[in-house]
């Protein structure tokens, strides 16, 4: 069965810092694989996907991730925290062959950023 | 706003009573989803419609919960008798087809029971 683990519950990291956010996930082929946020009061907003090709995709506001078939990994990442970033991060697999694009959820990584 | 709307945003309920959240996807999006979160934890795949038809229920969803789509537009997700367990933010999402698999989620409708 498919999983996602997000084995980091909750980070703080200083403004202007660098931030990785990691995901492991747990399916038999290539999934999708995608990076949801969710701030307070706000629906769960995509911040980047990745389907095939290029390991490293780019996403809104300035994250990227990079996905490691080796380690089953799909890291998020930012070279610089503003303090807007903190909310909670969320990675998510669908199945390629699951035309109903149904996501399976990490439990989450909630992100605070420091002065 | 042209996003996903759903309603009510909050609804406390006491056990044993019925509760029915209404959610307004995206216009011209033909898929339309709901989850559930509960807190601490990602959300929770519940069914999901393609059009008018629900193509695809979890195992999460019992036999109190109905969902249904009459028109392909609007949707609505039912819970009789409530129970303390549903208590948790029940969110909608839609799209369009399902091969970019970008779901646009609505800002949920929490549900508290007593």
């Known amino acids: 069965a498919q999983s996602v683990t997000q084995p980091d519950i909750h980070i703080t990291v200083s403004e202007g810092a660098s931030l990785e956010l990691r995901c492991n996930y747990s399916y038999g082929a290539t999934p999708y694989l995608f990076w949801y946020v969710q701030s307070p009061g706000q629906g769960l907003q995509l911040l980047l996907k990745y389907f095939s090709g290029d390991t490293l995709v780019q996403g809104i506001k300035g994250f990227e991730a990079e996905f490691k078939r080796s380690q089953s990994s799909f890291n998020l990442r930012k070279p610089s925290v503003h303090w807007s970033d903190a909310a909670e991060y969320f990675c998510?697999?669908?199945?390629?062959?699951?035309?109903?694009?149904?996501?399976?959820f990490g439990q989450g990584t909630e992100l605070s950023v420091k002065p | 706003d042209t996003g996903v709307s759903q309603n009510p945003r909050h609804k406390i309920t006491k056990r044993g009573q019925n509760v029915t959240f209404r959610c307004d996807p995206i216009s011209e999006h033909n898929r339309l989803y709901w989850y559930r979160q509960t807190l601490g934890q990602g959300p929770e795949f519940l069914t999901y419609?393609?059009?008018?038809?629900?193509?695809?229920k979890s195992r999460l969803l019992s036999d109190r919960f109905s969902a249904e789509r009459p028109k392909g537009s609007f949707s609505t997700l039912e819970i009789q008798r409530t129970e303390q367990g549903d208590s948790a933010m029940y969110l909608c999402?839609?799209?369009?087809?399902?091969?970019?698999?970008?779901?646009?989620f609505g800002e949920g409708s929490r549900l508290t029971v007593l």
């Open positions: 419609f393609q059009n008018e038809a629900q193509l695809e």
């Open positions: 999402a839609s799209s369009l087809g399902a091969s970019t698999g970008e779901l646009f």
């Open positions: 998510a697999v669908a199945s390629v062959y699951n035309q109903g694009g149904k996501l399976i």
